[in-house]
């Protein structure tokens, strides 16, 4: 017998049909058929089709699903609704169904009582069952799921899965043995110990009965005064669902007051009101120095949103999700907060959800996903540290948090917040051009100064050797003057500078792409220097292009030779590596934490993570071993980048009563975002920058789209993508004056685990006539015979061109 499924082809998804460009994994577990569903067709083994026996041939459903199955395949597949899940099923509902060979997961997003006429009826399989059948996906974040799918060429039934609150899972309420008072103890008097009425205590202000656990946990009293009090009759076992109870939630917090607002607070708080009260959809980038109190703008503006009976999201980057920031929000709204990180499990996710349900928790505070939140009324979005990249995801669906927060807003008609002392050129763009709505606060709470920046030229350092000095003298003094005195050195390294570049120590001349101006990367491979936009190439130069000098220098930057050389300079300074690695663990943070706070560390040592949220009080200079690192990666961000992040890490200095100071080395002091990161001028920096990109033509002036082509075989790939991208230049051609096409060129991590990787980008300032280019390139590539042999990804909006 054969089995056959095929696809329902709406007018719109048709288009999309031949996006499949993911198909090729699917493939190589079936039959090595070519055409598009040619592969369903295939024989199922004897006895593993478990719903070909349930099914009687020629049965007739009364409903039919239309579901987007979380595979890489686009298009809507027809289910028959079994009747016994009619009356549960719904739009949005998670189903299990049968797809190929195998069973797998959807989200059904239309139902209908006829199926799509080119399909057989008695080809039709059933619905499964219905995964955690109280949940579905509302209305509303369906459609922003169909908007995220056809933005991010990324398949609808994936996009979803994202979108759930907990994925695509089965959940049951779990049922657990829990305490409660019998009585109001009243006033406890004095027969009761000291730990029972902890215990009693916490049970009167909890709102539900709690787990043994719970209770130990919370007051730290040990089960044998937990039997006394049931011995008593005062406390008695019940029966009730297991929920998520994080232990702050548990020990009742103090809570804390709103501030009395500053006039640019207030200016500021009074716009984001009247939105909320006219109900806009307004995007207002809060423009603030670190310190300057846009956090307590969001906790006033929250406040609003929940007198008004509505609820917020808050989204920050996972890193900066640390206790310190988590506690401001709890102060403020007690139990109402609930926190989504990735760690979290699907179940702690369930249970969340749970909470979000009944209403008793209003603000959700997470990482990226925390946005598809399931509030019914939601009365703000709030994006703090909205230049940070982490936002964007780096997987299907690529999408970026802070641009799908806008979306969401404008479908919820609710006002969205993005916050930072480093707006990203996109939003600051979108205040300009009038999309957004611009809102400052230009100065510190209460007028604490700004750290001074002080910047050392590295080419009148003497050179060791072969290799250039790692710490000037100038750097190594003030090290040495501050650990004398007590206080902790940070040195901040760029996670990000895998890449060598060639800069000439004469004339500080960075050896740059004629075509595309940013710096080439040096490999050793080949001795060359290469670009990773356009593939442009050329050997490594010995002597410099621009003044002949022969002192080229090839820099990059090792954590490794750092803590060494550290070590070596100060052999009595204890050294704390703080970063991605060395972080993994979730005791890792905690500790090291509380090594810097108790001064158990002299010298911090760290990455982008040191320079967020973290209030480190007792750090006296912040030192910037080598600034062009970030400078100079193959990236047109580059300099963007690293005047954020140099502003960001001078604003860890400077939050208490030691003056701070910030100390940059750099081969290139006279760099437009150097000198703007020393005076921590924003709009300097944006001015000249965005000219920069207007002559380049790169966002936030044009879009781009990345296509990332991925193959085992060397030859082969390269051989598939120049193919693919022949197509993509046909395709765009008719539109070479809108639509431009850069490279193929070997990605920037040209090969990473175990595949190589190719890169096309797309460039036009008209989004919507690139993606339909884009779209025809990769349906005509679906019809070429060896289209499967490579892995392709598009990348939208791309932020990492690695
Ligand atoms: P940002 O989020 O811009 O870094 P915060 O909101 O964290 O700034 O504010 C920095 C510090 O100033 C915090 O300790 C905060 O409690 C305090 N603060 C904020 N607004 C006010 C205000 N209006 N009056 C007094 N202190 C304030
Ligand atoms: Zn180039």
């Known amino acids: 017998m054969h089995r056959v499924i095929r696809s329902f082809i709406s007018s719109e998804s048709a288009g999309k049909a031949a996006a499949n460009y993911n198909l090729k994994t699917m493939r190589r577990k079936s039959t090595p058929q070519d055409d598009l569903f040619g592969l369903w067709a295939s024989p199922l083994p004897q006895g593993q089709d478990q719903c070909a026996k349930a099914r009687p041939s020629r049965i007739q459903y009364v409903r039919y699903a239309r579901v987007a199955v979380d595979e890489p395949v686009d298009g809507l597949f027809d289910y028959g609704v079994p009747l016994p899940l009619v009356e549960q099923i719904c739009v949005g509902s998670i189903v299990e169904v049968r797809f190929g060979p195998k069973t797998t997961c959807g989200c059904v997003v239309e139902l209908s009582s006829s199926h799509s006429p080119e399909i057989s009826p008695n080809r039709i399989l059933p619905v499964k069952r219905i995964l955690t059948p109280e949940y579905r996906i509302s209305p509303d974040l369906l459609e922003l799921g169909k908007w995220m799918s056809d933005y991010y060429f990324s398949p609808l039934g994936q996009t979803l899965r994202c979108i759930s609150f907990f994925g695509f899972n089965h959940f049951a309420p779990e049922i657990q043995v829990a305490y409660s008072l019998t009585r109001l103890p009243g006033s406890p008097s004095g027969k009761f110990t000291e730990k029972q009425l902890k215990v009693l205590r916490l049970l009167e202000t909890s709102h539900f009965p709690l787990s043994a656990k719970e209770i130990l946990r919370a007051t730290g009293v040990s089960a044998s005064v937990l039997d006394a009090l049931l011995r008593k009759g005062l406390v008695q076992k019940v029966l009730t669902e297991k929920r998520e109870v994080s232990a702050a939630n548990l020990i009742p917090v103090e809570l804390e007051a709103p501030l009395p607002l500053n006039a640019d607070q207030n200016r500021a708080l009074a716009a984001v009101r009247r ?41 920050v980057p996972e890193i900066s999700l640390t206790p310190q920031t988590l506690q401001r929000f709890s102060r403020r709204f007690g139990n109402t907060v609930g926190v989504y990180h990735s760690k979290l499990s699907s179940r702690e996710k369930y249970e969340l959800w749970r909470r979000i349900e009944s209403r008793e928790c209003r603000v959700l505070v997470g990482a990226r996903s925390a946005l ?15 230049h940070e990249t982490t936002y964007k995801q780096d997987s299907a669906p690529r999408y970026h948090a802070r641009d799908v927060a806008v979306v969401r807003a404008k479908m919820c008609k609710c006002p969205v917040i993005l916050g930072s002392a480093t707006p990203s050129m996109e939003s600051y763009f979108n205040c300009q051009t009038g999309k957004y709505e611009l809102l400052e606060l230009p100065h510190r709470v209460e007028e604490r100064p700004l750290p001074e920046v002080h910047i050392v030229d590295m080419t009148r350092e003497v050179a060791e050797g072969d290799n250039p000095a790692l710490f000037s003298a100038t750097l190594v003094e003030a090290m040495r003057q501050t650990l004398e ?3 902790q050195v940070l040195v901040f390294l760029n996670r990000r500078g895998y890449f060598n570049f060639a800069i000439c120590l004469a004339c500080q001349n960075v050896i740059r792409c004629e075509h595309c101006d940013v710096a080439l990367t040096y490999h050793k491979v080949g001795n060359r220097m290469l670009c990773h936009y356009c593939n442009f190439q050329q050997p490594r130069p010995t002597v410099c292009p621009q003044c002949g000098a022969p002192e080229i220098a090839m820099l990059g930057l090792g954590t490794q030779r750092v803590e060494e050389e550290l070590t070596r300079l100060f052999p009595q300074a204890r050294v704390l590596r703080f970063d991605l690695d060395t972080m993994k663990s979730k005791y890792a943070y905690p500790k090291a934490w509380q090594q810097i706070v108790n001064n158990e560390v002299q010298i911090i040592l760290g990455t982008q993570m040191i320079a967020k949220g973290l209030h480190l009080v007792n750090v006296a200079l912040v030192a910037v071993p080598l600034a062009d690192v970030s400078l100079f990666q193959p990236d047109f961000r580059a300099a963007e980048r690293a005047f954020s992040i140099l502003t960001q890490v001078a604003g860890r200095t400077g939050r208490s009563s030691i003056p701070g100071r910030v100390i940059i080395q750099t081969y290139v002091p006279h760099h437009y975002a150097i000198q703007y990161a020393q005076s921590q001028d924003y709009r ?31 030859e082969r790939t390269r051989e598939l993508f120049h193919e693919f991208s022949r197509i993509v230049e046909n395709t765009a051609h ?3 004056d809108e639509v431009s096409v850069l490279g193929p060129t070997p990605a920037p991590r040209a090969r990473l685990e175990g595949q190589f990787r190719w890169r096309l980008l797309l460039r036009s300032a008209n989004t919507s006539l690139m993606r339909s280019v884009l779209r025809r390139a990769l349906e005509r590539w679906e019809k070429t015979p060896r289209h499967s042999h490579i892995t392709l990804t598009v990348d939208v909006d791309p932020l990492d061109l690695l």
């Open 372 to 386: 598809f939140a399931p509030f019914e009324n939601l009365g703000i979005i709030v994006v703090d540290e909205e």
């Open 485 to 487: 005195s007590g206080q």
């Open 684 to 714: 300097g920096f944006y001015e000249k920058e965005i000219r920069v990109r207007k002559v380049l033509r790169f966002p936030p002036h044009q879009r781009l789209i990345a296509i990332l082509g991925l193959g085992k075989d060397s």
């Open 275 to 315: 939105a909320m009260d006219e109900q806009l959809s307004s995007a207002f980038v809060l423009h603030g120095v670190t310190g300057s109190g846009k956090t307590e703008v969001y906790l006033q503006a929250i406040q609003h949103a929940l007198d008004l009976g509505k609820e917020a999201i808050v989204l």
């Open 734 to 736: 008719p539109h070479s």
